[in-house]
């Protein structure tokens, strides 16, 4: 890679086959001719992504892309309640009618959902072709596009149809971010200092002192500071990508959370806010134990606060809401629900003993 050097490096082992790869993070990336051609090497390319993100980027992405190059441009439409099998075969058919073979690289131009979508039809396109992600969300930019959970919903709940495809570059955009709308960018902001509870305490302080930086979305801060959450998950998933064990660290916050969104209809919350109301219940329990200071949740309410985020489960969601709408969740292994409490500021472990009153008392 000859134009910048990657921010971080994913580094998957594998027996047989090297699987690591780049994560880019600067500004402009999107029109980076020389990257995409050093990425690409002359292959040709299946562009997903949605309407809105079509008017905002897609111009600048087909310029980079060159026009010698075969290009298919799948728009899908934007939202959550559209991440299921038909976008999944809307890309299959378009990749097949336009005659693309193997070799073809697929490219996401999104935030999670795109990602998710063409992450998945790439696994399963003629039994697995290349992809690409170009994240355009906060979210997107520090959890989805790295990784390689790929996947769509099922009207018995989310993420439950999908496959484990790794992407061969992920390109972080940020100023992409200068456009997000404030809501989505919060969302985004969940996640980020999710990484500071769980793995990395003083980016966890980092981030309280930096707040008003990042909510102006000052650029050098915000390229730090995905840096640092892509470091942090590329090196979680390096060590169980599978998510055997440790990856389950991630979801702080998304057991509660996906209860609430599935509980309010998903696309009512976004997944970061449900992740922030999830990520104050499980610190309320962790200091509840004694395992982190009353501070830590203090701090975390004051900065979810600063960005609008909600910090408490919708009014309706009892505990027998939460434990019926959490059994359906992914993370229940034989019938027993796992939950992320932290063991200290910046470690989390996962546990199956909270109990009906543990929850109540976040309510
Ligand atoms: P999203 O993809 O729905 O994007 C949010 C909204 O912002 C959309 O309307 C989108 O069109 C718009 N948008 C995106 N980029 C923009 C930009 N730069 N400027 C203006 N508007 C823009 O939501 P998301 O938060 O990025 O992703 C949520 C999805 O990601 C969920 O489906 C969730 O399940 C999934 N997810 C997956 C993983 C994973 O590991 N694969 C991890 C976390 C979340
Ligand atoms: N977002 C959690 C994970 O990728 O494992």
Partial sequence: MKTIDPAVNVCLTSESIDRSYPIFIDGGLLSDRELLDDLLQGRSVCLVTNDTLSELYLSQVLAALGA??????????DGEQFKTMMAIEQVLTAALEEK???????????????????????????????????????????????????????????????????????LCDTQTLETLPDREFSAGIAEVIKYGLIADKVFFYDLIDNAEALKSRDPDVLARVIARCCAIKA?????????????????????????????????????????????????????????????????????????????????????????????????????????????????????????????????
């Fill in 100 to 170: 693309h073979e193997r070799s073809t690289v697929f490219i996401a131009l999104g935030g999670g959902v795109v990602g998710d979508i063409t992450g998945f039809a790439a696994s399963t396109f003629l039994r697995g072709a290349d992809f690409i992600q170009m994240p355009t969300t906060l979210l997107a930019q520090v959890d989805s596009s790295v990784g390689g959970k790929t996947g769509v919903n099922h009207p018995m709940g989310k993420n439950l149809i999908g496959a484990f495809h790794q992407p061969i570059a992920v």
């Fill in 68 to 77: 010698d190059r075969k290009v298919t441009v799948v728009t899908l439409p």
């Fill in 235 to 363: 090196d979680v998933v390096s060590r169980d990508e599978r998510e055997g064990g440790i990856r389950a660290i991630l979801n702080l916050g998304h057991t509660f959370g996906h209860a609430i969104e599935k509980e309010q209809g998903f696309g009512k919350w976004l997944h970061g806010e449900a992740v922030a109301a999830g990520m104050v219940m499980a610190t309320r329990i962790s200091v509840s134990r004694g395992y982190v200071p009353s501070a830590v949740l203090d701090d975390l309410l004051l900065f979810l606060k600063t960005f609008d985020l909600p910090c408490t489960p919708p009014s309706g969601m009892t505990v027998d809401v939460f434990l019926r709408a959490m059994q359906g969740d992914k993370k229940v292994q034989s019938g027993r629900i796992r939950y992320i409490l932290l063991s200290a500021l910046g470690e989390a472990s996962i546990v199956e003993d909270v109990s009906e009153s543990e929850i109540a008392a976040c309510l």
